[in-house]
C-alpha cells in the first residue's frame, strides 16, 4: 500500500491546455505540500496545506490552483499550460503535531509540456 | 528565502570508499536534514539533526551541523554502487504561516562497482 501516490506518473500535453495532477496519502498526515523539480534538480515548493486550509502559497503564477477537499487529498490543477511547466512534481506530506517537519514524498508526477 | 548550498554537485568513487557532501545554509533553523533521490524517484529521509545537536549517526551514514558556520555534512562510509542516488540538505525554518523545509540543489553521487 503506497503512503503517498500520484497520479498521473507521466503526462505528456501540448501547450495551452488544462491538466490535473492528483495526489493521496493514507498515512493521517495533517499537511500536504506540492513541490516542483525542475531539469536541475532544484526542488521548489509551491503550495502547503494543513487540514484542508491553505497555508503557503509560494510565488507561483495563478494558472496553477491547488484544491484539498480533504485532509487525504490534494490535486493540482494547472491552466495554460507552457513550456515552463515542465517538470516533475511532487507531493509531500508531514504532521504537525510531530516536531520535526519530516517530510514523505510522491514518486512523482513528470509533465512534459509540447 | 533561504536556500542551501550543497558541494560538491557531483560526486564519483569507488565501492568501499567514504562520499562526504556538504551543505551550507544562510538562516536559523530548526533542524536539518538529508534525503535521498534514486532516479526516476521521490526523494527519501535519511536523517535529521536538530540546530543543537553537533553529530548523529545512522548505520553508516554520519551527519554533523556547525550552527556557527551555518553548514552541515553528509558522510557515508564504505559506500556501495546501491548508494548511487542524489542528496539533498533540507532545513527547516518553521514561521508563523507554516512549517517548510527548503532544499539545496543537491549532490549527484555516483558509485563504482
Known amino acids: 500500500d503506497t503512503a503517498v501516490s500520484q497520479t498521473p506518473k507521466y503526462l505528456v500535453t501540448q501547450m495551452g491546455n488544462d491538466k490535473s495532477i492528483k495526489c493521496e496519502q493514507n498515512?493521517?498526515?495533517?499537511?500536504m505540500y506540492w513541490y516542483k523539480q525542475d531539469s536541475k534538480k532544484f526542488l521548489k515548493i509551491m503550495f502547503s496545506y494543513n487540514n484542508k486550509e491553505l497555508i503557503i502559497n509560494e510565488t507561483v503564477p495563478n494558472r496553477f490552483s491547488p484544491k484539498s477537499p480533504d485532509k487525504a487529498h490534494l490535486n493540482l490543477h494547472i491552466n495554460s499550460l507552457e513550456l515552463g511547466d515542465s517538470a516533475v512534481y511532487f507531493c509531500?506530506?508531514?504532521?504537525?503535531?510531530?516536531?520535526?517537519?519530516?517530510?514523505?514524498f510522491g514518486a512523482g508526477s513528470r509533465l512534459t509540456v509540447l | 528565502s533561504q536556500q542551501g548550498e550543497e558541494d560538491p554537485q557531483a560526486l564519483s568513487i569507488q565501492e568501499g570508499e567514504n562520499a562526504t557532501m556538504n551543505c551550507s545554509y544562510k538562516t536559523s533553523i530548526n533542524n536539518l536534514q538529508w534525503y535521498r533521490q534514486n532516479s526516476g524517484r521521490g526523494l527519501v529521509h535519511l536523517i535529521l539533526i536538530r540546530s543543537n545537536e553537533r553529530e548523529k549517526h545512522s548505520g553508516r551514514l554520519r551527519v554533523t551541523l556547525d550552527t556557527s558556520k551555518k553548514s552541515s555534512s553528509l558522510l557515508i562510509t564504505a559506500s556501495r554502487a546501491a548508494d548511487t542516488a542524489s542528496y539533498f540538505c533540507a532545513t527547516d525554518a518553521r514561521e508563523t504561516s507554516g512549517s517548510r523545509l527548503t532544499f539545496g540543489e543537491g549532490t549527484q553521487l555516483t558509485v563504482n562497482p
Open positions: 509531500a506530506t508531514t504532521s504537525r503535531q510531530s516536531r520535526a517537519n519530516v517530510l514523505t
Open positions: 498515512l493521517g498526515h495533517d499537511t
